[in-house]
């Protein structure tokens, strides 16, 4: 029997304010196999946690922010081909939307992260070349049009935080 295939799950937070009465996104620049590129904060699910859980903790490793998830913006499922590696991956995406702290105080990024930035849509759709994800852009015009979805639709098991039974 071959071995089943899974895709790759990440969650990501879709973090606005409005300054001046224009929309402005938190994301972070980081390092890649691919040069310097433009993230919402984002990352993989880990073993043990909630999807809610997840989005806090990858927001709080990426840009020392405390964020709170409030909705559910989409769920997104997209697949990269990296030519120089040969990797053929699928991701399936939970984006989030909520509410964020300021950066906690003497807080150090986590490796690979550059910096943080709050950028306008219209500063995100000119650097598209420089999207690690094509879920980045997709996310933020949900989250312009009002997408947003009922915390009540995500529920995790306890079976999730049960200790991992070693084979």
């Not at 904060?41 to 946690?49: I, K, S």
């Not at 806090?56 to 081909?81: D, H, K, M, N, W």
């Not at 690690?132 to 009002?146: C, T």
Request: proline share 7%; with cysteine; aromatic share 8%.
């Amino acid at each position: 029997m071959s071995e089943r295939w899974k895709p790759n799950v990440t969650v990501a937070a879709l973090i606005g304010k409005v300054v001046d009465g224009e929309h402005r996104f938190l994301l972070v620049e980081e390092h890649t196999a691919e040069g310097l590129r433009l993230n919402n904060p984002a990352g993989h699910l880990n073993p043990g946690e909630s999807l809610l859980q997840g989005v806090a903790r990858e927001v709080l490793e990426e840009t020392g922010c405390v964020f709170v998830p409030t909705q559910l913006v989409g769920v997104y499922l997209s697949r990269v081909y990296r030519q120089g590696t040969g990797e053929d991956i699928t991701y399936l995406r939970f984006a989030f939307a909520g509410t964020a702290s300021a950066p906690q105080p003497g807080w150090v990024l986590d490796e690979g992260i550059v910096r943080t930035l709050w950028m306008t849509p219209a500063e995100i759709r000119a650097n598209t070349h420089r999207h690690r994800n094509p879920l980045l852009m997709r996310g933020i015009e949900d989250y312009l049009s009002g997408k947003r979805y009922p915390m009540d639709l995500i529920t995790t098991d306890p079976s999730v935080f049960a200790p991992q039974i070693k084979a």
